[in-house]
Nanobody, 123 residues
Framework: VQLQASGGGLVQAGGSLRLSCAASGSVFRVDDMAWYRQIPGLQRELVASITARDSRNYANFAKGRFTISRDNAKKTVYLQMNSLKPEDTAVYYC??????????????????WGQGTLVTVSS
């Protein structure tokens, strides 16, 4: 079971990026999905989350600028980020609560983290 995040990069202030995070392997159930970010020197913080029933929650700094969505068939969560600011510069991590099987047949249930994708917003 793996989470693969992508979509980070360098963008100018006011620009947009779309992050993706796909679960792969023998995953048979995906529950809550979320994006976190970690600014250098600070703790990791929640950006946005989405439940299996599409209930969404946003950090105050993300409201009105970021949109979280999911594609259950693809086991993928997205984060559309608009009107980016230099203070949004961070490593963004996806977090997914899922159930699946490892390559050795062991069942795993719980939170999984993606590897992080760097977003850099220049002024």
């Amino acid at each position: 079971v793996q989470l693969q995040a992508s979509g980070g990069g360098l963008v100018q202030a006011g620009g947009s990026l779309r992050l993706s995070c796909a679960a792969s392997g023998s995953v048979f159930r995906v529950d809550d999905m979320a994006w976190y970010r970690q600014i250098p020197g600070l703790q990791r913080e929640l950006v946005a989350s989405i439940t299996a029933r599409d209930s969404r929650n946003y950090a105050n700094f993300a409201k009105g600028r970021f949109t979280i969505s999911r594609d259950n068939a693809k086991k993928t969560v997205y984060l559309q980020m608009n009107s980016l600011k230099p203070e949004d510069t961070a490593v963004y991590y996806c977090n997914v609560y899922l159930s699946g099987y490892t390559a050795t047949g062991e069942m795993v249930v719980g939170e999984h983290w993606g590897q992080g994708t760097l977003v850099t917003v220049s002024s």
